[in-house]
Antibody
């Protein structure tokens, strides 16, 4: 079993950036894929991107290209999501989610990190 | 990008009733379809993957079926803890991985 812990809530101004961390514990493996999924208030789930810590090469959703950076620190079993040029519509809960070993569905989710973008 | 469409948006049901939720893909995703349950203030929970395989610990009253573009999640007899929002997700063609808009199962 893998458990995911995320960093705490953040409030940012428009145009600024935010970093959210996700630390895995338990039966971790750097070959697992870790994804970021966000959920705006009252809305559905939106996939943002993913990284496999061992290989480090992230893949991003098209609408986040240029604003999103996903990195991984193998030594601390932590994945980071950096989103810049924040807008009010980036206000959401940001989840990290671990992929299944073979397929791209999510068998473990973090608790979520609320990010509020407001002037 | 594959678009996932769920229906209905809201299902008003009574405990003990059978609930049928639908998910349609804009093109075939084979059996690469997962279902998640989300309760207010919580993160999603995996229920079904491979269109019909229950995840560990998921009660047998939850069943998934379908392939290609049409999928169904059935809750055979609704329990109080089942009132929640349900999302489907395709993982056949990516990026991006895509979710449906969700079906809210509410108490009638």
């Amino acid at each position: 079993q893998v458990q995911l812990e995320q960093s705490g809530a953040a409030v940012r101004k428009p145009g600024s950036s935010v970093r959210v961390s996700c630390t895995a514990s338990g039966r971790t493996d750097n070959r697992y894929g870790f994804n970021w999924v966000r959920q705006a208030p009252g809305q559905g789930l939106e996939w943002m991107g993913r990284v496999i810590p061992m290989f480090k090469k992230p893949i991003y959703g098209r609408e986040f290209q240029g604003r999103l950076t996903i990195t991984a620190d193998e030594s601390s079993n932590t994945v980071y999501m950096d989103l810049n040029s924040l807008r009010s519509d980036d206000t959401a809960v940001y989840f990290c989610a671990k992929e299944d070993w073979t397929f791209r569905f999510f068998d473990t989710w973090g608790p979520g990190t609320p990010v509020t973008v407001s002037s | 990008e594959i678009v996932m469409t769920q229906s209905p948006a809201t299902l008003s049901m009574s405990p003990g009733e059978r609930a049928t939720l639908s998910c349609r893909a804009s093109q075939s995703v084979g059996s690469n379809l997962a279902w998640y349950q989300q309760k207010p203030g919580q993160s999603p929970r995996l229920l079904i993957y491979g269109a019909s395989t229950r995840a560990t610990g998921v009660p047998v009253r939850f069943s998934g079926s379908g392939s290609g573009t049409e999928f169904t999640l059935v809750i055979s007899s609704l329990q109080s803890e089942d009132f929640a929002i349900y999302y489907c997700q395709q993982y056949n063609h990516w990026p991006p991985l895509t979710f449906g808009g969700g079906t809210k199962v509410e108490i009638k």
